[in-house]
């Protein structure tokens, strides 16, 4: 039961490296509320007991808005930047099936001009004038903006952040212009190995489900086809933002100067007003890989000069037992180092020289658990003996059964993980907002 295929880092959110550590450190866990006193009725819950490491000194607060939307703010009065994200658990997955890249070019055409600050370059300009930034991006089911900034100006580049979530203009005049800025998106990745096989992952599982789909989009899919169709696309991204920009899908992360109160108020003044349209959160049950699409075996012919092995396995979605983590356990001995690990045996035979096990994202109701290894020119010509040798494992985990032992010693690890960790960079804020919808109990 294998697949083999390549993938990207870049596209992965829960893998665990050979040392059985996240990629994304969670800097928080939000672990109860408090009846902290918040008599604005904007805010529906508070969280101040968050655990965080010792080493990290900034403060932390989440907060659910009336309207569902979640929100974590971080006051650290050193910082230098200020910085903030917006989650909207919505993605690619959710495209109409005869418009391929409608939520990307959604998240394009967000940016330029709203009904406060109509003139289209008011945020990138504002940013640029105060040592800022900013950047966005669209997966399967979220779509994500973020920018930082000078931290004296938190207050003015929020307020021009938070409009594109409450009255966005989408003008007429930017459209054509970001239909090319996304073809030459998509005509760059052609030439990228990772978002080549990234693609190819999906035109092999089963075409009828939203996973196969092409998330990116470009020129025929955003205008060509659709104008022949007689499709208008401005009226398709209207109905899109319309119906899926909803508060109880967004998830906010603010970090400044300023003190929590600050923060608090601050937020609640601008993301209070962003509408609830209850739109359930999409869920897609069925695993894009079923019995028909598994045991294939592709090769690829790369861009770079590569060689790499990835085996891919379909999984059911573990999130909801994020507690326990077992797609952790299994990661951390799959993509062990030490003696008599997968790894040795296949670095000792001089076929490979790094591994990564663990689980990878698919969407809410499918994952997956990947095996990736590099490859020596030898082990090339021994592709079948490595996996031959993961199957091994495999069986021997499957035979040997659960170990405690296994799952405290991961436990101890993650522990002192969080302890040495310190705080997270500014970068960090955008993942987390994604986190943070997940994460925190309804
Ligand atoms: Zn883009």
Redesign the pocket.
């Known amino acids: 039961m294998f697949k083999c295929i390549n993938r990207s880092a870049q596209f992965t959110t829960y893998i665990q490296s050979a040392g059985g550590r996240f990629c994304f450190n969670q800097d928080f866990r939000l672990v109860s509320s408090s009846p902290l006193r918040m008599t604005d009725p904007a805010v529906n819950r508070v969280v101040s007991d968050i655990i965080r490491s010792p080493e990290d000194k900034r403060v932390y607060r989440g907060l659910e808005f009336t309207n569902g939307l979640k929100a974590m703010l971080i006051s650290d009065p050193t910082t230098d930047k200020s910085s903030a994200a917006l989650d909207v658990q919505i993605g690619s997955l959710s495209d109409p099936a005869n418009i391929s890249g409608l939520a ?1 070019f959604c ?2 055409m967000l940016f330029l001009g709203t009904k406060k600050y109509p003139k289209e370059n008011e945020y990138s300009q504002f940013l640029s004038e105060h040592a800022g930034s900013s950047n ?3 997966s399967g089911e979220h779509t994500n903006y973020y920018f930082d900034v000078s931290h004296e100006h938190l207050q003015g580049a929020l307020d021009r952040f938070a409009q594109f979530f409450l009255c966005p203009l989408f003008d007429e005049s930017c459209k054509d212009r970001e239909v090319n ?2 073809d030459s ?1 998509h005509e760059k990745n052609l030439m990228n190995d990772a978002w080549r096989l990234f693609q190819l992952e999906k035109a092999t599982g089963n075409p009828n489900h939203p996973f196969s789909k092409f998330g ?1 989009g470009n020129k025929l899919t955003l205008e060509t086809r659709p104008s022949k169709d007689g499709i208008d696309i401005r009226q398709e991204l209207l109905k899109f933002h319309s119906t899926y920009y909803s508060s109880n899908l967004m998830g906010l992360c603010v970090l400044g100067r300023e003190s929590l109160d600050e923060l608090t108020s601050m937020v609640v003044k601008l993301f209070g007003e962003v509408e609830n349209k209850n739109v359930p959160v999409p869920e897609f049950p069925e695993h894009p890989f079923q019995e028909e699409h598994l045991r294939q075996f592709y090769k690829v012919v790369p861009i770079k000069d590569i060689r790499n092995l990835y085996v891919t396995f379909p999984i059911p979605d573990l999130q909801k037992y994020y507690k326990s983590n077992p797609g952790h356990y299994l990661g951390h001995l799959i993509g062990h180092e030490g003696p008599g690990s997968l790894l040795s045996e296949l670095k000792s035979k001089g076929w490979v020289n790094t591994l990564v096990g663990g689980q990878k994202e698919g969407a809410r109701g499918f994952m997956f658990f990947i095996i990736n290894v590099d490859l020596t020119e030898e082990g090339l010509l021994h592709v079948e003996d490595i996996i031959f040798h993961m199957f091994q494992y495999i069986q021997k985990l499957r035979t040997e059964g659960p170990q405690e032992w296994v799952f405290e010693e991961c436990k101890d690890l993650n522990k002192v993980g969080l302890q040495v960790q310190g705080q997270g960079a500014t970068p960090w804020l955008h993942f987390q907002s994604g986190w943070f919808i997940t994460l925190l109990p309804s």
Do not use: D, K
């Open positions: 990307h998240e394009h966005a991006f669209t800025a996304v998106e990116t």
